[in-house]
Every structure is written in structure tokens, then in C-alpha cells.
């Protein structure tokens, strides 16, 4: 059914799933052969341009973007007689697309993939899901009905040696997981400047970059790149890197247990106008696991290279991009562990004396396999066998929903100022009026209409 005719029709749920599934179910493009549309080229729009391009099956079809040089750029990049179009409903208008990637800001990724999906589009969407927790129940629920696959951009799972971690962990290799640390530190004072509000540049729609946000007069540090610093369009570093992080760990560890989360910082020394934490550390409770993260903007220190670890009851994992290390603990009598600088006085432990070779409670593992490139071409790589397998993805929604959920509650708890009680099974706040209101943001009109029109909101 045409999007438009469809979206008219205003068909909520009952209506959508009364649509003949088969015509759902059908691998795009029947010689093989997968017609791409692109829906913003900017740092990660590029990169996809690029490994699409790679791919023998692909066309690139055409290119949807709010910045006419960028749309320019990357219209020359794809080659041949790619469409160029400053409304990406024209390009999910076009039946020649069988797949879209979202490469837009955060604040666009949930309504972008439910309207291509509403339009009998396959979508591989960025990272991170969504802007606000309610979203991720909708695109699921959207993808379902539409019998759509969609694949999330956190490419590090179509990594090797991120699968092998995963293996390890759930193997037991680590004994149990009892704590995950998991940061994002660099140094980036001062920050980026405060410029002032300005027209936007002839080049850029900005009413059309904002979308369903509120409505801003434009600023150089709200639009390209640095939305991600801005609470109307993203969350920071807590979901930019965050939802890398907490991906793996929903992976490999799972966060369907998450009972509560606390979260503290604030943006205390960079001078620019940003506003989401320059500092911030969030204790998250899952099933007798913590899991502590940490964003560091005016402080790298003297921090491993790696971001996140995994502790278990018999050794640890570090992982990074580039690979993993784990460290066994010594398996030793634990009364042998007890301090002695020059022996206890009468009544204290006996301290028992380690002889013999060193025995640890499991094997060593290093693996330095890890390469960024081949993380992407691999995740592009199953997005496109799953069009034509109309399998789930590596990364799926639901997980995805998780990771970004759990994202949203640090900030949602730092903001507040204070713990908040998730009930997983309901996707709630307990106990907590002000706060679960804040799990959806309306959206600007006709954004709204859009929403409206696939059942939801
Ligand atoms: N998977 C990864 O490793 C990875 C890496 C970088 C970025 N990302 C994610 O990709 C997204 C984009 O980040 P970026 O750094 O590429 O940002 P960017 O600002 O460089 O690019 C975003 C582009 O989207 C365009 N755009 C905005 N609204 C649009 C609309 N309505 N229609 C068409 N185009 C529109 C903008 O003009 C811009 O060119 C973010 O959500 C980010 O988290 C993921």
C-alpha cells in the first residue's frame, strides 16, 4: 500500500495487522538485488554510503537530507543516477526502495523507522533507538504489525571478538557476573562555544532538521554533530556511548533484570552551551549485579583502554573495539588474603601460606582481533541477509529498547535528582508520578499527525 494512502487512511493497529501479511513477508526486490535509501549523510551517513556501496546485491536508490551541500556531497559520493530529495517522505514514497538507513539525529531515529516501515520498507537505523523510553514499545510494536526487519547500528555485536566475550560470559567462564563497569572519559575542555542564535545557513531546512522537537530558533551547536550535547534531541554521552556500551551488556549479561537506577553529575566545567552532564556516574541494579557507568568530559585519566569490563566470581573481561583481555583471579584460601605486615596479636586469624604453583579460578584469554571497519561491513552485511532471509537481525529492537531505556533512566535520575524503581514487565517507573510521565514527549505538530496515523501516541 502506498505510505501516503496509508498513513490518509489513518489505520490503527487492527486495521494494520488486517493487511495481507504476505505482501510483507516478500525479500525486496525480486532479481536479489536491494534498492537503498539514505536518510541523512553526515559523519555516520557517510560511512554507510561507503560500505553499502561495497555490498554486490545493493543499488543506491536515493538520498534524503536537510542540508543541500551535504545532499549534494553524498548524491556525488553514491554515483550514478541517485534521487535526491529535501523530504524524506519522497524517498519513502519511492518503490524502488526496499531499505532505508537512518543516519539522522537521535530525536528522529523512532518516527523515521516506523514510517518506513509503515511504508513497506526494511530499516537499518542508527543508534541510539530513541530519544525517550516510550518510543522503543512503539517501534516494536510497529515493525511487528508491519512484518518489517530492522537492524540497529550497534555495530560492535557483528564484531568476532565481541561474539566469542559474549560466549565466554555466557559459558560461565567468568563464574557469575556480579559488577559491570562501563565508562565514557575523555578530555574535552573548554567545550565547543557558546555561539549566538542565528538564522539558519540558506543551505540547511532547519523546521525540517528539528522535526518532531520543539521548535528552536538555530544555533551552529544545536544542528550538525553537536546535537548530541542538547536534552530536545539526544542525551549526551550517556546514550551516544552509552547505548554502545549497555547493548553488550543487555548481550551478554541481560538487563531485563534492571530494578533500579541512581545517577549524579551535571555539566559543571565546560563553557560552552551544551547541556546535557559533563560529569556523571549511574549505579544501575539488575539481579545481585551492579552495573556502574561513568562519564568523564573534563578528565581522561589514567583509564585503561578499555570501556567496558565485566567482573565475574572467577576472573574478568575487558573489551574494547579492539579486543578483549581476560584476567583469571588467583584461586587461593581466603584467610591467606588476610593482611599480615608483621604478624596478628593473640586471638587474630591464622594466616595460611600459600605454597606451591599459582592455581586461578579459570583460563586467560586475549583476543586482538577487533578492527572498526569490518565491525560496519559485517553489520551491513547481516541487515542485507536478513532482508532477504526476513530473519531478526543481530541487533533487534527489543534489546535495543532495553539499552536505551536503560540510558534514558540515568538521565532521567540525575535530572530529578534522585533513584528511580523500573518495573521491566510494565516498562514503568514505580512510585514515581512525575517521573514516569517523563518516559514519552509529545511531538511537534505534523509530526504528531504522523504518529497519530500509525495507531499510537
Ligand atoms: N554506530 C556508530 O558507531 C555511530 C557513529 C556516529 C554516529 N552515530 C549515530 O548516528 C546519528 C547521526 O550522527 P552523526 O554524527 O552522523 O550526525 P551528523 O549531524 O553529522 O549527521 C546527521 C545528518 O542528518 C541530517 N538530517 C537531520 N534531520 C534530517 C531529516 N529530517 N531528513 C534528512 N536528513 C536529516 C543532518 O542534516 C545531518 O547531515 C546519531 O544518532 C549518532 O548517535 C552512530
Same mark, same amino acid.
Given at each position: 500500500?502506498?505510505?501516503?494512502?496509508?498513513?490518509?487512511?489513518?489505520? =490503527?493497529?487492527?486495521?494494520?495487522?488486517?493487511?495481507?501479511a504476505?505482501?510483507?513477508?516478500?525479500?525486496?526486490?525480486?532479481?536479489?538485488?536491494?534498492?537503498?535509501?539514505?536518510?541523512?549523510?553526515?559523519? +555516520?551517513? &557517510?560511512r554507510h554510503?561507503?560500505?553499502?556501496?561495497?555490498?554486490?546485491?545493493?543499488?543506491?536508490?536515493?538520498?534524503?537530507?536537510?542540508?543541500?551541500?551535504?545532499?549534494?556531497?553524498?548524491?556525488?559520493?553514491?554515483?550514478?543516477?541517485? &534521487?535526491?530529495?529535501?523530504?524524506?517522505?519522497?524517498?519513502?514514497?519511492?518503490?524502488?526502495?526496499?531499505?532505508?538507513?537512518?543516519?539522522?539525529?537521535?530525536?528522529?531515529?523512532?518516527?523515521?523507522?516506523?514510517?518506513?516501515?509503515?511504508? #513497506?520498507?526494511?530499516?537499518?537505523?542508527?543508534?541510539?533507538?530513541?530519544?525517550?523510553?516510550?518510543?522503543?514499545?512503539?517501534?516494536?510494536?510497529?515493525?511487528?504489525?508491519?512484518?518489517?526487519?530492522?537492524?540497529?547500528?550497534?555495530?560492535?555485536?557483528?564484531?568476532k571478538?565481541?561474539?566469542?566475550?559474549?560466549?565466554? +560470559?555466557?559459558? #560461565?567462564?567468568?563464574?557469575?557476573?556480579?559488577?559491570?563497569?562501563?565508562?565514557?572519559?575523555?578530555?574535552?575542555?573548554?567545550?565547543?562555544?557558546?555561539?549566538?542564535?542565528?538564522?539558519?545557513? =540558506?543551505?540547511?531546512?532547519?523546521?525540517?532538521?528539528?522535526?518532531?522537537?520543539?521548535?528552536?530558533?538555530?544555533?551552529?551547536?544545536?544542528?550538525i554533530?553537536?546535537?548530541?550535547?542538547?536534552?530536545?534531541y539526544? @542525551?549526551?554521552?550517556?546514550?551516544?556511548?552509552?547505548?554502545?556500551?549497555?547493548?553488550?551488556i543487555?548481550?551478554?549479561?541481560?538487563?531485563?533484570?534492571?530494578?533500579?537506577?541512581?545517577?549524579?553529575?551535571?555539566?559543571?566545567?565546560?563553557?560552552?552551551?551544551?547541556?546535557?552532564?559533563?560529569?556523571?556516574?549511574?549505579?544501575?541494579?539488575?539481579?545481585?549485579?551492579?552495573?556502574?557507568?561513568?562519564?568523564?568530559?573534563?578528565?581522561?585519566?589514567?583509564t585503561?583502554?578499555?570501556?567496558?569490563?565485566?567482573?565475574?566470581?572467577? @576472573?574478568?573481561? =575487558? +573489551?574494547?573495539?579492539?579486543?578483549?583481555v581476560?584476567?583469571?583471579?588467583?584461586?587461593?584460601?581466603?584467610?591467606?588474603?588476610?593482611?599480615?605486615?608483621?604478624g596478628?596479636?593473640?586471638?587474630?586469624?591464622?594466616?595460611?601460606?600459600?605454597?606451591?604453583?599459582?592455581?586461578?579460578?579459570?583460563?586467560?584469554?586475549?583476543?586482538?582481533?577487533?578492527?572498526?571497519?569490518?565491525?560496519?561491513?559485517?553489520?551491513?552485511?547481516?541487515?542485507?541477509?536478513?532482508?532477504?532471509?526476513r530473519?531478526?537481525?543481530?541487533?533487534?529492537?527489543?534489546?535495543?529498547?532495553?539499552?536505551?531505556?536503560?540510558?534514558?533512566?540515568?538521565?532521567?535520575?540525575?535530572?530529578?535528582?534522585?533513584?528511580?524503581?523500573?518495573?521491566?514487565?510494565?516498562?514503568?517507573?514505580?512510585?514515581?508520578?512525575?517521573?514516569?510521565?517523563?518516559?514519552?514527549?509529545?511531538?511537534?505538530?505534523?509530526?504528531?499527525?504522523?504518529?497519530?496515523?500509525? #495507531?499510537?501516541?
Open positions: 500500500m502506498h505510505r501516503r494512502a496509508f498513513l490518509a487512511a489513518g489505520l =490503527a493497529q487492527s486495521a494494520i495487522s488486517a493487511l495481507n504476505a505482501s510483507y513477508e516478500r525479500a525486496p526486490g525480486a532479481s536479489g538485488r536491494i534498492g537503498v535509501g539514505f536518510i541523512g549523510f553526515g559523519l +555516520i551517513g &557517510k554510503v561507503l560500505d553499502f556501496k561495497a555490498q554486490e546485491d545493493v543499488d543506491l536508490v536515493g538520498l534524503a537530507e536537510t542540508h543541500r551541500g551535504r545532499l549534494h556531497e553524498g548524491a556525488a559520493l553514491m554515483g550514478g543516477s541517485v &534521487k535526491q530529495h529535501a523530504d524524506f517522505r519522497r524517498l519513502l514514497d519511492d518503490h524502488d526502495v526496499h531499505a532505508v538507513v537512518v543516519s539522522t539525529p537521535d530525536h528522529w531515529h523512532a518516527l523515521m523507522t516506523m514510517m518506513a516501515c509503515a511504508a #513497506g520498507k526494511d530499516v537499518y537505523v542508527e543508534k541510539p533507538l530513541t530519544l525517550f523510553v516510550r518510543e522503543g514499545r512503539w517501534m516494536i510494536d510497529v515493525a511487528r504489525r508491519t512484518h518489517r526487519v530492522v537492524q540497529v547500528g550497534t555495530q560492535q555485536r557483528s564484531a571478538h565481541y561474539q566469542r566475550a559474549r560466549e565466554l +560470559i555466557k559459558d #560461565g567462564h567468568l563464574g557469575r557476573i556480579v559488577s559491570v563497569r562501563a565508562e565514557a572519559v575523555r578530555n574535552v575542555f573548554p567545550g565547543f562555544g557558546r555561539p549566538p542564535d542565528q538564522g539558519p545557513p =540558506a543551505e540547511l531546512n532547519w523546521d525540517m532538521w528539528l522535526g518532531p522537537a520543539p521548535k528552536r530558533p538555530y544555533n551552529p551547536n544545536r544542528a554533530y553537536h546535537f548530541r550535547w542538547f536534552w530536545d539526544s @542525551g549526551g554521552q550517556t546514550t551516544n556511548w552509552g547505548a554502545h556500551s549497555f547493548d553488550i543487555d548481550w551478554a549479561v541481560g538487563l531485563r533484570k534492571l530494578r533500579t537506577v541512581s545517577s549524579s553529575g551535571g555539566r559543571f566545567d565546560l563553557q560552552d552551551n551544551g547541556e546535557t552532564p559533563d560529569l556523571q556516574d549511574a549505579l544501575f541494579e539488575l539481579d545481585r549485579c551492579n552495573v556502574h557507568w561513568s562519564v568523564r568530559e573534563c578528565s581522561h585519566g589514567q585503561g583502554s578499555f570501556p567496558l569490563v565485566f567482573y565475574g566470581t572467577k @576472573g574478568s573481561l =575487558a +573489551i574494547s573495539r579492539r579486543g578483549f581476560v584476567t583469571p583471579d588467583r584461586d587461593v584460601p581466603p584467610d591467606s588474603l588476610i593482611p599480615n605486615f608483621v596478628h596479636p593473640t586471638g587474630g586469624p591464622t594466616i595460611v601460606q600459600v605454597r606451591g604453583p599459582q592455581r586461578y579460578r579459570t583460563k586467560p584469554d586475549t583476543d586482538h582481533s577487533g578492527n572498526e571497519a569490518t565491525q560496519f561491513l559485517g553489520h551491513v552485511r547481516d541487515f542485507l541477509e536478513c532482508v532477504k532471509s530473519q531478526q537481525p543481530i541487533a533487534d529492537l527489543a534489546s535495543a529498547h532495553r539499552a536505551a531505556t536503560a540510558c534514558h533512566l540515568a538521565n532521567l535520575s540525575l535530572r530529578l535528582g534522585r533513584k528511580l524503581r523500573w518495573n521491566g514487565a510494565r516498562e514503568t517507573i514505580i512510585g514515581d508520578t512525575e517521573a514516569a510521565k517523563q518516559l514519552v514527549r509529545p511531538y511537534r505538530s505534523p509530526w504528531d499527525r504522523e504518529l497519530k496515523a500509525l #495507531g499510537l501516541g
